[in-house]
């Protein structure tokens, strides 16, 4: 018997907690129940009923409080006490103890797993019972035991069920629980400190009001009226199939609930809160003049940053006027970023105008003199010194790069020695200089030389240091 009363509660609350479809809520439901009893007792069970009618008050979706009452027979079978003898002609009902049970109690409900044609739940509650011992054993032998007893006793019930819907009104209920009074006179019996309880089965119907506009069965947080007005579907939290509820879409987000993407940018509007965290109701979220999903699935930049790559250029117009990359800040790697090639004027998609060109010297005209500083040499000498030499690249480099540029070298000294001397000495530092710019590819045809002796100083003879200066090179244009 206790078997079958364990394995009855676990299908019923499984069965409970396996719905998958969204159950319809009303303010207010009435109904009746019959409970089979399963008393517990120091006696044994026996056949016991309930019969309950109740009313349930929602508070909230998940939430009601029901109120209660009902009649029925606490039965239990005395087969712990001795008895008298007994006639061979009585039944096996003489040791039954009847008790009749009139509960009033109020439960609290919860549906945490509501769902569209079961709405599974679990209860707590409080009451008083009164009881009334109506049937002791016909034959007693403890004198204490045979006045019936009778009284009020504070209950506890407990237990889970689940309605299921038979029609828009009418739903059935299935329920299985327990009910704990402080008492342990129900039985009118008492050993030790054990106190009587009972289980119980329960099967029921429960009767809805009609009027169901404030309804909101789906739990999409819309009520059915509402739904009616839009449109949406009452029986489904999510209409337009976009990963959010219709109440959301209706009241936080402001999106369409009969449309999957309410902004046109092809990126379904629950995808663009929950995973892109873009503006639904904007296609273009950062203002750059790229829709939402060419961004994301096009040129792969950031819906909600309008200039992916921080190089001072929006992503559209990178992409639309500049024809440069919107992932990349300095799009030709020319070392100078898209936003400031763009902003100067120079080309983003080519790397060759992003470092100014060296400033051209002027061009030396023809018949004009230059010094080139550096170029001196020792007394009475007219070796070319390494420092020399390194300033006669730069003359040389002039030379390779102008072909048609004629020039005449012209050698000085200072006025230490013979003039005639130092005329020879002057030439051959001009001859010196020529023949290290033939040794270097320059044409001798493109160079003449003279020997100006110490006759054009450029600082005084009177100090070391200007002596040094005065044994110079010049170069003239020719041609």
């Avoid at 009923?49 to 029925?72: C, K, M, P, Q, V």
């Avoid at 092809?266 to 809160?273: K, M, N, P």
Wanted: hydrophobic content about 30%.
């Amino acid at each position: 018997m206790k078997a079958r009363y364990t394995i009855l509660l676990f299908l019923l609350f499984f069965t409970a907690f396996s719905a998958n479809a969204q159950f319809k809520n009303y303010n207010v439901k009435g109904g009746i129940q019959y409970y089979q009893l399963l008393p517990f007792s120091e006696f044994s069970a026996a056949y016991s009923f309930l019969g309950r009618g109740f009313l349930d008050f929602e508070l909230t979706n998940s939430i009601a409080i029901e109120i209660g009452a009902g009649y029925g027979q606490y039965e239990t079978d005395d087969d712990f006490n001795e008895h008298s003898s007994a006639d061979s002609s009585s039944d096996d009902h003489d040791h039954d103890v009847k008790t009749n049970i009139l509960p009033i109690d109020v439960r609290l409900k919860f549906t945490p797993f509501a769902s569209n044609n079961w709405n599974p739940y679990f209860y707590v509650g409080a009451g008083l019972e009164y009881y009334n011992v109506t049937q002791l054993p016909s034959t007693i032998n403890i004198p204490e035991y045979a006045e019936k007893d009778k009284g009020w006793t504070a209950i506890i019930p407990v237990g889970i069920g689940t309605e299921i819907k038979l029609s828009k009104n009418v739903l059935m209920d299935l329920s299985a629980g327990a009910s704990y009074p402080f008492t342990d006179q129900l039985n009118n019996f008492v050993l030790g400190e054990w106190e009587d309880a009972e289980g119980h089965l329960g099967l029921g119907l429960t009767f809805a009001g009609s009027d169901d506009c404030n309804t909101d069965e789906d739990k999409d947080g819309l009520t059915k009226c509402r739904e009616e007005q839009l449109k949406t579907d009452p029986e489904n939290p999510d209409t337009d199939g976009d990963g959010c509820k219709d109440g959301e879409e209706v009241d936080t987000y402001k999106t369409n609930p009969l449309s999957v993407d309410t902004d046109g940018d092809s990126l379904g509007d629950c995808d663009e809160i929950r995973k892109y965290s873009t503006n639904p109701l904007n296609k273009d979220t950062d203002s750059d003049k790229l829709m939402d999903n060419e961004e994301l699935n096009t040129y792969k930049t950031l819906p909600t940053d309008s200039d992916t790559d921080n190089d001072g250029l929006i992503d559209g117009d990178e992409v639309l006027k500049y024809k440069t990359n919107p992932n990349l800040p300095d799009t030709d790697l020319g070392s100078i970023n898209d936003g400031v090639e763009v902003g100067r004027g120079t080309d983003p998609l080519n790397p060759d105008d992003d470092l100014p060109k060296p400033k051209e010297e002027p061009a030396i005209k023809v018949g004009q003199v230059v010094l080139l500083e550096g170029i001196n040499f020792a007394t009475n000498s007219w070796e070319i010194t390494s420092l020399a030499e390194d300033k006669l690249e730069l003359a040389l480099s002039s030379m390779k790069n102008n072909p048609d540029v004629e020039v005449e070298i012209i050698g000085h000294t200072d006025n230490t020695g013979s003039r005639n001397w130092n005329m020879e000495l002057s030439l051959k530092r001009a001859e010196s200089v020529k023949e290290w710019f033939v040794s270097n590819g320059i044409s001798a045809s493109r160079i003449t030389t003279v020997g100006a002796g110490p006759d054009q100083p450029v600082t005084t003879n009177d100090t070391e240091e200007g002596r040094f200066q005065n044994r110079r090179i010049e170069f003239k244009r020719t041609k």
